[in-house]
């Protein structure tokens, strides 16, 4: 092998290396981390919570943006609040899903206009917008199954957090915008490339660019709505509905569950020789596992 093709094929195994290293242990994208400069920033404005409660008979988590007085829109403290909460999602092993909702009958409004007026300069708004990228980043890349459940307004950064799920329900009066261009901005949190690899380029341009309201009906010929629940938000029921609507999905002891998504996500975001060997790896942590020991010997013999 000549001294370029050595080169090359290093430099591919190092790369394919880092890569699943990162899908694996559900690192920042970014190298740089969040400099404490901007941790400080947003600690300065407190209001609101996240909160998540593990239901462990089932599996699933809820986390909740919990922020009423302000259509749920994100605090500085709120914003290093859900990192954390991400952060406990990574390392729960008997997890299967999790529903990320919003509290009173709306999904949330984006960012609180007080940080945002407080960290305008465009070095600190960098540094947020790194943040949160790195936040629903992870928890796109959560080894659980993701849903954002849309009851009322979904609004800019409210309208991105849904597109770091793996699936979105909306109720009959919901509604998603992304209203960035009227506040002279464009989507900071990633919700544009995510919303390209959802709805298409030509439908992302369309959605941002009109600051569409996207209603049930609109949202599920997009592709962006997977389901419409037949109910409106604050009617508290909707969130049993959620539930009903993910069981399909999590028939399945949790090791399987979590290896599924991995499999998926190396999938969507490896070149596809990698995605193919973290596939064979994830094979083999369920293969000869309990599981499937126990569903081998439910199945009859083959006469």
Do not use: Y
Not at 117 to 123: L, M, Y
Not at 195 to 206: E, F, M, P, R, Y
Request: overall charge positive.
């Amino acid at each position: 092998m000549s001294v370029c093709g050595a080169a090359r094929c290093w430099w591919i195994q190092t790369r394919g290396a880092v890569s699943l290293r990162v899908l694996q242990q559900n690192r920042t994208v970014c190298t740089t981390g969040a400099p404490e400069s901007i941790r400080e920033k947003l600690q300065a404005f407190p209001g609101g919570s996240i909160d998540l409660q593990k239901r462990q008979e089932s599996g699933i988590a809820v986390l909740t943006v919990n922020n009423p007085a302000r259509m749920n829109a994100f605090s500085g403290c709120m914003m290093l609040e859900l990192e954390q909460r991400v952060h406990e999602l990574e390392s729960w092993t008997e997890g299967k899903a999790v529903i990320v909702k919003g509290a009173a009958g709306n999904f949330c409004s984006g960012s609180d206009l007080n940080a945002v007026r407080a960290i305008a300069n465009p070095q600190d708004g960098m540094r947020m917008c790194e943040f949160m990228q790195n936040t629903l980043t992870r928890l796109l890349r959560l080894p659980l199954i993701s849903m954002a459940l849309v009851e009322g307004r979904a609004l800019g950064g409210g309208a991105e957090l849904t597109t770091a799920c793996d699936f979105r329900l909306m109720t009959s009066n919901g509604v998603i915008q992304f209203v960035h261009k009227h506040m002279g901005l464009v989507p900071g949190w990633g919700g544009a490339a995510r919303l390209v690899g959802i709805v298409g380029s030509q439908n992302a341009l369309k959605l941002l660019s009109g600051a569409v309201k996207v209603d049930p009906d609109c949202g599920r010929q997009m592709g962006l709505v997977d389901e419409v629940l037949l109910c409106s938000s604050g009617e508290g029921e909707t969130l049993t509905h959620a539930e009903q609507w993910l069981r399909p999905f999590i028939k399945a002891p949790a090791p399987v569950i979590q290896a599924l998504k991995k499999v998926v996500v190396s999938g969507r975001e490896l070149p596809l020789e990698q995605a193919l060997k973290t596939e064979r790896n994830v094979f083999g942590t369920v293969w000869g596992g309990p599981a499937n020991l126990k569903a081998l010997a439910l199945k009859p013999k083959h006469k």
